[in-house]
C-alpha cells in the first residue's frame, strides 16, 4: 500500500483538519465526533439544516459540498464505514434550528440504522426541532440484475435493443419500473450529490421541510419518481488504509460494471470495452428505468407505434399522479406534528420536454482527466443520438471511492425548470465545480472554422523555384528512406536504451516520424529540396509529438531556410556543395538554440554536431570535386564516436537531466539514433 498518510487509524480525523484549516466556510465541531459545519452556522438557524454523512473515503463528498445553497454540515465516519447515532446527533444539535432538519442518507443499512437511531434521539432531546430524513437509491444495477434485464455483452445488447425497438415493448420498460420501483435495497451512490445541491438551493431560499420534502418525492426521489439513475463501472479496486490491500483484483483487459462506491464487486466482470461501448451500455441500462415519454424511447425505429406509446404515457401520468398523490398524503401526515404545510408556496413550473436531463460524470478516484473527457464527448454524444436535450453538465471527482479507476453516470430527468435555477444558484462549497454550464447542442458549435477568405494552409510554393538534378534527388531521396528505414528497424533498442534515462518514447516517436515521412514519399518532390525540406517539416510537426518531434522539424525547417537564402543571393538559384554545408550547419543552430544544449550536455548533439562539422568541413575543402561515399564513411565515424561519447556523461539538457548520476554509464538514445542514421547513409548505391 502506498499512500500520502501518516497513521491509518488517524486517516479521517486528520483530513478533517486538513479541510477546516484550509477554508474559512468550515468549522469542525470540537470534540471526537467528526462533525463539519458551515462557518455562518449560528447565521441561518432560520433555514431548514441540511446533514449528510457516512464513510469517508467518498471525498470530496462530503464536507466538500457544505457550504451555501449546499449542505449545513457533514458528519464522517470512518473510511467506508458509517457514523455512529451520537456523531449525526451532535451534528444536528449544533446546526438545526426552528425550521428544522434534513437528513440526507445513502441507501445502505450502517446509514440508514445509525441515521435513523439519531433522529429517534432527537425526539426527546431535542423535541422543538422536527428532523426528517431523506434516503437516496438511484444506483440501478442490482435491480437491473435482479429482474435479468442487464446486459454488457455488446451483441447481446444491441440484439435485445432491436427487439425492444421492434416489438415496441413498452408494457416491458413498464414492468421494469415497476419491479424497480419495488425494491428496496438499492444502493445510494453519485446521483446523492445532486441532492445536496438541489435541495440545497430549496433550503437557501426558505423552502420549508414539507416543501423539500414534496419537492423531492415529486422530481428527484428515485424510488418515488424514477427520475434520477445512477450506474458504474471499476477498472481497478482500492485499498483502505486501515486493511493496506485491495478489496478485489482486476486483469489488465477486465472491468466491473454496476459497482458500488465502497470497494466492493460490481454485479458482473467483464471484458475491458471502448469508451464509447462503455458509454453506451450504461446509458442504455439508466434508460430502461429513467421515465421519459415513451413515445420517444428508443426512437430509431418506433415511428409507426404512437397508439402504444401514447397509451403508455396515459400508464405513466397515472403512476406519476398517484406518487404525487400519495407524496401529498405524506406531507398532510406531516402537519400533524404542527409544521403547517402552506399550498400557496408550492414550487411550480413544470415542463413539457421530458427528455431534457441533469448529466452528471463522476470520476471514481483515479481515472486521469484525459480518459474523463473521452468518456464526456462519448456520453453527450449518445444522448444526442437518443434524442435528449442536455441542459447542465457535471464532470468531475464528485463521489470517489479513494483511489478506484472507473466513473459512474447519473441522469436526472427535468420535470421541473426549477431544477436548473437550483442547480445554477452560485456555492462556495469546494467541492461542487465552478463550471456547471450547459454543454454546445451541436458538435460542431465547439469548432472554430476560420472566415472563407482566411487559410488556414502554410504557404510555401516558392521554395520550389531551388532545384537539382534528377540524379542528384533520387540520391537525396534514398538517403531519406535509408534514415527512416533504419529508425524503424531500431525502435525497440531505442526504447530500450530510452527507458533507462527517459520515459521510454523515442523508439516509438521516431518509429511513427520515419513512417509518416515515408507514407507522404510520394507527395514529396526531391528535385526542389528547398519545398522537400519543408514538407517534410510541416510532416513532423502534424504527426509527432514531444522534444525529439519538435527538434526534428526544426532541423528540416532551417535547412529548408537557409538553403533557398544561400541559394538565391545574387540571383543564382542554385545549391553550391558549401550551401549544403553551411545550411546543414545552420539546421544544427536551430536545434541548439531551441533546446538550449550543445555539445557535451549529453543529447543528440554530442551525435550530430561533429557528423555536421566533418561534412561541413568536406564541402568546403572539396568543393569542386566533392566526394560524397567518401564524405558518408568520415561522418558515420564521428557520429558513431560522438554516441559513444555520451556513455560517461551526465546528462545536462533534457528529461535525462532530471535524472543526475543515475544517466552515467548510458549511451544517450537521441544521439543513439543519430549514429543510426547516418551509418544507414553507408548503405546508399551511387
Given at each position: 500500500?502506498k499512500k500520502?498518510?501518516?497513521n491509518?487509524?488517524?486517516v479521517?480525523?486528520?483530513?478533517?483538519?486538513?479541510?477546516t484549516?484550509?477554508s474559512?466556510?468550515?468549522?469542525k465541531?470540537?470534540?471526537n465526533?467528526?462533525?463539519?459545519?458551515?462557518s455562518?452556522?449560528?447565521q441561518?438557524?432560520d433555514?431548514?439544516?441540511?446533514i449528510?454523512?457516512g464513510?469517508?473515503?467518498?471525498?470530496p463528498?462530503?464536507?466538500g459540498?457544505?457550504?451555501?445553497?449546499m449542505?449545513t454540515?457533514?458528519v464522517c465516519?470512518?473510511?467506508?464505514a458509517?457514523?455512529?447515532?451520537?456523531?449525526?446527533?451532535?451534528?444536528?444539535?449544533?446546526v438545526?434550528?426552528?425550521m428544522?432538519c434534513?437528513l440526507?442518507?445513502k441507501?445502505?443499512m450502517g446509514?440508514n440504522g445509525?441515521?435513523?437511531?439519531?433522529?429517534?434521539?432527537c425526539?426527546?432531546q431535542l423535541?422543538?426541532i422536527?428532523?426528517e430524513?431523506i434516503?437516496v437509491?438511484?444506483?440501478?444495477?442490482?435491480?437491473?440484475?435482479k429482474i435479468n434485464?442487464?446486459?454488457?455483452?455488446n451483441n447481446n445488447?444491441?440484439n435485445?435493443?432491436n427487439?425492444k425497438n421492434n416489438?415496441?415493448?413498452?408494457?416491458?420498460i413498464k414492468d421494469?419500473?415497476?419491479?424497480?420501483k419495488s425494491?428496496t435495497?438499492r444502493?445510494?451512490i453519485?446521483?446523492?450529490?445532486l441532492?445536496h445541491?438541489?435541495?440545497?438551493?430549496?433550503?437557501?431560499?426558505?423552502?420549508s421541510i414539507?416543501?423539500?420534502l414534496?419537492?423531492y418525492?415529486?422530481?428527484?426521489?428515485?424510488s418515488?419518481s424514477?427520475?434520477l439513475?445512477?450506474?458504474?463501472v471499476?477498472l481497478s479496486?482500492?485499498?483502505?488504509?486501515?486493511?493496506?490491500?485491495?478489496?478485489?483484483t482486476?486483469?489488465e483487459?477486465?472491468?466491473e460494471?454496476g459497482?458500488?462506491?465502497?470497494?466492493?464487486f460490481g454485479i458482473?466482470k467483464?471484458?475491458l470495452?471502448p469508451?464509447?461501448?462503455?458509454?453506451?451500455s450504461l446509458i442504455?441500462n439508466l434508460l430502461?428505468?429513467?421515465?421519459?415519454?415513451?413515445?420517444?424511447?428508443n426512437?430509431?425505429?418506433?415511428?409507426?407505434?404512437?397508439n402504444?406509446?401514447?397509451n403508455n404515457n396515459n400508464?405513466n401520468?397515472?403512476?406519476n399522479?398517484?406518487?404525487?398523490?400519495?407524496n401529498?398524503?405524506?406531507n398532510?401526515n406531516?402537519?400533524?406534528?404542527n409544521?403547517?404545510?402552506?399550498n400557496?408556496?408550492?414550487?411550480?413550473?413544470n415542463?413539457?420536454n421530458d427528455?431534457?436531463?441533469?448529466v452528471l460524470?463522476?470520476?471514481?478516484?483515479?481515472t486521469?482527466?484525459?480518459?474523463?473527457?473521452?468518456a464526456?464527448?462519448d456520453?453527450?454524444?449518445?444522448?444526442?443520438?437518443?434524442?435528449?436535450t442536455?441542459e447542465?453538465?457535471?464532470?468531475?471527482?464528485?463521489?470517489?471511492s479513494?483511489?478506484?479507476?472507473?466513473?459512474s453516470i447519473?441522469?436526472?430527468?427535468?420535470?421541473?425548470n426549477q431544477?436548473?435555477?437550483?442547480?445554477?444558484?452560485?456555492?462556495?462549497a469546494?467541492?461542487?465545480?465552478n463550471?456547471?454550464l450547459k454543454p454546445?447542442?451541436?458538435?460542431?458549435?465547439?469548432?472554430?472554422?476560420?472566415?472563407?477568405?482566411d487559410?488556414?494552409?502554410?504557404?510555401?510554393?516558392?521554395?520550389?523555384?531551388i532545384?537539382?538534378?534528377?540524379?542528384?534527388?533520387?540520391?537525396?531521396?534514398?538517403m531519406?528512406?535509408?534514415g527512416?528505414?533504419s529508425?524503424?528497424?531500431?525502435?525497440?533498442k531505442?526504447?530500450?536504451?530510452d527507458?533507462?534515462?527517459?520515459?521510454?518514447?523515442l523508439g516509438?516517436?521516431?518509429?511513427?516520424?520515419?513512417?509518416?515521412?515515408k507514407?507522404?514519399?510520394d507527395?514529396?518532390?526531391f528535385d526542389?529540396?528547398c519545398?522537400a525540406?519543408?514538407?517534410?517539416s510541416?510532416?513532423?510537426q502534424e504527426?509527432i509529438g514531444?522534444?525529439?518531434g519538435?527538434?526534428y522539424?526544426?532541423?528540416?525547417?532551417?535547412?529548408?531556410?537557409s538553403?533557398?537564402?544561400?541559394?538565391?543571393v545574387d540571383g543564382?538559384?542554385?545549391?553550391s556543395?558549401q550551401d549544403?554545408?553551411?545550411?546543414?550547419?545552420?539546421a544544427v543552430?536551430?536545434?541548439?538554440?531551441?533546446?538550449?544544449a550543445?555539445i557535451?550536455?549529453c543529447?543528440?548533439?554530442?551525435s550530430?554536431?561533429?557528423?555536421?562539422n566533418?561534412?561541413?568541413?568536406?564541402?568546403k575543402d572539396?568543393?569542386?570535386?566533392?566526394?560524397l561515399l567518401n564524405?558518408?564513411?568520415?561522418?558515420?565515424?564521428?557520429a558513431?564516436l560522438?554516441s559513444e561519447?555520451?556513455?560517461?556523461?551526465?546528462?545536462?539538457?533534457?528529461?535525462?537531466s532530471?535524472?543526475g548520476?543515475?544517466?552515467?554509464?548510458i549511451?544517450?538514445?537521441?544521439?543513439?539514433?543519430?549514429?543510426?542514421?547516418?551509418?544507414?547513409f553507408?548503405?546508399?548505391?551511387?
Amino acid at each position: 500500500m502506498k499512500k500520502i498518510i501518516n497513521n491509518p487509524l488517524n486517516v479521517v480525523s486528520e483530513m478533517i483538519d486538513g479541510f477546516t484549516q484550509s477554508s474559512r466556510d468550515l468549522l469542525k465541531l470540537k470534540g471526537n465526533f467528526n462533525v463539519v459545519v458551515r462557518s455562518d452556522y449560528s447565521q441561518i438557524k432560520d433555514r431548514v439544516a441540511l446533514i449528510s454523512g457516512g464513510g469517508s473515503g467518498h471525498e470530496p463528498a462530503h464536507i466538500g459540498y457544505i457550504g451555501n445553497a449546499m449542505l449545513t454540515g457533514a458528519v464522517c465516519g470512518d473510511v467506508f464505514a458509517s457514523p455512529s447515532a451520537k456523531q449525526i446527533f451532535m451534528a444536528i444539535k449544533s446546526v438545526a434550528g426552528k425550521m428544522g432538519c434534513i437528513l440526507i442518507v445513502k441507501n445502505y443499512m450502517g446509514d440508514n440504522g445509525s441515521f435513523s437511531i439519531a433522529r429517534e434521539m432527537c425526539k426527546s432531546q431535542l423535541p422543538d426541532i422536527r428532523v426528517e430524513i431523506i434516503t437516496v437509491d438511484d444506483d440501478i444495477s442490482s435491480i437491473l440484475m435482479k429482474i435479468n434485464e442487464f446486459s454488457t455483452n455488446n451483441n447481446n445488447n444491441n440484439n435485445n435493443n432491436n427487439n425492444k425497438n421492434n416489438n415496441n415493448d413498452n408494457n416491458n420498460i413498464k414492468d421494469i419500473r415497476d419491479k424497480y420501483k419495488s425494491v428496496t435495497n438499492r444502493r445510494g451512490i453519485a446521483g446523492t450529490v445532486l441532492v445536496h445541491k438541489i435541495l440545497g438551493g430549496l433550503a437557501e431560499q426558505g423552502k420549508s421541510i414539507d416543501e423539500i420534502l414534496q419537492f423531492y418525492n415529486e422530481y428527484i426521489s428515485p424510488s418515488k419518481s424514477l427520475n434520477l439513475v445512477t450506474m458504474g463501472v471499476g477498472l481497478s479496486s482500492c485499498i483502505i488504509p486501515s486493511v493496506g490491500s485491495p478489496s478485489f483484483t482486476l486483469g489488465e483487459k477486465e472491468m466491473e460494471i454496476g459497482l458500488g462506491i465502497h470497494g466492493e464487486f460490481g454485479i458482473e466482470k467483464v471484458e475491458l470495452k471502448p469508451s464509447k461501448q462503455i458509454i453506451k451500455s450504461l446509458i442504455d441500462n439508466l434508460l430502461l428505468i429513467l421515465p421519459y415519454s415513451n413515445n420517444n424511447n428508443n426512437n430509431n425505429n418506433n415511428n409507426n407505434n404512437n397508439n402504444n406509446n401514447n397509451n403508455n404515457n396515459n400508464n405513466n401520468n397515472n403512476n406519476n399522479n398517484n406518487n404525487n398523490n400519495n407524496n401529498n398524503n405524506n406531507n398532510n401526515n406531516n402537519n400533524n406534528n404542527n409544521h403547517n404545510h402552506n399550498n400557496s408556496n408550492n414550487i411550480d413550473g413544470n415542463i413539457d420536454n421530458d427528455k431534457s436531463l441533469i448529466v452528471l460524470i463522476n470520476n471514481l478516484g483515479s481515472t486521469t482527466g484525459m480518459e474523463m473527457a473521452i468518456a464526456t464527448n462519448d456520453c453527450l454524444n449518445y444522448l444526442n443520438e437518443k434524442g435528449f436535450t442536455v441542459e447542465r453538465l457535471i464532470t468531475g471527482n464528485l463521489m470517489t471511492s479513494l483511489e478506484m479507476a472507473g466513473i459512474s453516470i447519473s441522469l436526472l430527468l427535468i420535470k421541473n425548470n426549477q431544477i436548473i435555477n437550483l442547480i445554477d444558484i452560485q456555492t462556495n462549497a469546494m467541492g461542487w465545480p465552478n463550471s456547471v454550464l450547459k454543454p454546445y447542442k451541436n458538435k460542431g458549435d465547439s469548432i472554430l472554422t476560420l472566415d472563407e477568405n482566411d487559410s488556414n494552409e502554410i504557404k510555401y510554393d516558392h521554395l520550389k523555384s531551388i532545384t537539382i538534378s534528377k540524379e542528384n534527388s533520387e540520391i537525396l531521396k534514398e538517403m531519406v528512406l535509408l534514415g527512416c528505414n533504419s529508425l524503424i528497424e531500431n525502435t525497440n533498442k531505442l526504447t530500450d536504451l530510452d527507458k533507462q534515462v527517459g520515459d521510454g518514447d523515442l523508439g516509438t516517436t521516431l518509429e511513427n516520424l520515419s513512417q509518416s515521412i515515408k507514407k507522404s514519399f510520394d507527395t514529396i518532390p526531391f528535385d526542389k529540396p528547398c519545398y522537400a525540406f519543408r514538407k517534410i517539416s510541416l510532416n513532423i510537426q502534424e504527426s509527432i509529438g514531444g522534444s525529439s518531434g519538435l527538434f526534428y522539424s526544426i532541423f528540416f525547417l532551417r535547412l529548408s531556410n537557409s538553403l533557398y537564402e544561400r541559394s538565391t543571393v545574387d540571383g543564382k538559384n542554385q545549391i553550391s556543395t558549401q550551401d549544403w554545408g553551411l545550411s546543414l550547419i545552420d539546421a544544427v543552430n536551430a536545434i541548439k538554440e531551441l533546446g538550449k544544449a550543445d555539445i557535451g550536455d549529453c543529447t543528440m548533439l554530442d551525435s550530430l554536431i561533429p557528423a555536421i562539422n566533418k561534412i561541413n568541413q568536406c564541402c568546403k575543402d572539396n568543393e569542386k570535386s566533392f566526394d560524397l561515399l567518401n564524405t558518408l564513411k568520415l561522418v558515420s565515424k564521428e557520429a558513431q564516436l560522438g554516441s559513444e561519447s555520451t556513455i560517461e556523461m551526465i546528462a545536462k539538457k533534457g528529461r535525462s537531466s532530471y535524472l543526475g548520476e543515475r544517466t552515467s554509464h548510458i549511451m544517450d538514445p537521441g544521439a543513439h539514433a543519430i549514429e543510426i542514421i547516418f551509418k544507414s547513409f553507408l548503405q546508399l548505391k551511387i
